[in-house]
């Protein structure tokens, strides 16, 4: 691992909000959930180099193939392609940002934001299940972004099976995370055993994930936390590069 300057920190989303793993200069890394994306942010110092496993920068209209950063990296990662799902439109995203007390409203909600994606995308394409699960943690940095600018030169969208084939030579992982919504404990062990030819302790992987996060959570945080420190060394790439802009002016790339 190598020696950094500033805080690194890695996130993904979680059950119960944010899963980080933070290395600070010269110590061993630690691992924390967070309620909220502005708490894990307020608790790092104002220049900690974020990388985080969520889409950063929406779409007004949906292509083909996604926003761009989808199309360039599914090549790479060849029997894992499909951990890249495409990100529809903003109007989408924000179509029904309610919280839901009953599943019949959550998949009514749904519903409405597969008719707007639909409505804004060439060919129309509605939203995955899947992809719905995580729109409020995606407006949640979304809205963070578009409120501080600042915020955009250090907090940088990456993705996990990209981040594993990167520090794998560009070799995409040969087991899935998981088959049928469960753990793959063989692909988790090649994960773990990657992750610590790049510095980690095996102890430190091992341990039972925080509460409120999933093991997979918990290994996804210290990939993106591998990308933060490489983001800060300089030896990350964004796909595209240079990165495209959002209508916000926000960048869009995955980076790894």
Known sequence: MTTATVVLVGADGCKAGWIAVRRD???????????????????????????????????????????????QVRPLLGARQSSVFSIPSRAALYADTA????????????????????ATSDPPRGVSIQAFG?????????????????????VFESHPEVAFCRLNGDQAMSLPKKIKGSINPAGMAERKALLCRHGYDMDFLGQPPPRGA?????????????????????????????????????????WA
């Open 99 to 118: 919280d839901f007390t009953t599943i019949d409203a959550w998949y009514a909600a749904h519903i409405r934001a597969s008719e707007v994606a639909k």
């Open 214 to 254: 999933a093991a997979d959570d918990f290994l996804d945080a210290a990939v993106m936390m591998l990308i933060a420190g490489r983001i800060a060394g300089g030896k990350a790439r964004p796909f595209p590069d240079p990165p495209l802009a959002d209508g916000f002016g926000i960048p869009v790339a995955i």
């Open 134 to 154: 995580i729109f409020s943690k995606i407006r949640e940095i979304d809205s963070l972004l578009i409120a501080r600018p600042d915020l955009r030169g250090r």
């Open 25 to 71: 200069p010269d110590a061993a890394p630690s691992v924390k959930v967070f309620a909220s994306f502005a708490a894990l942010l307020a608790a790092v110092p104002d220049d900690a180099i974020v990388a985080v496993d969520m889409p950063i920068g929406l779409p007004e209209f949906s292509s083909k193939g996604g926003r761009g950063p989808e199309a």
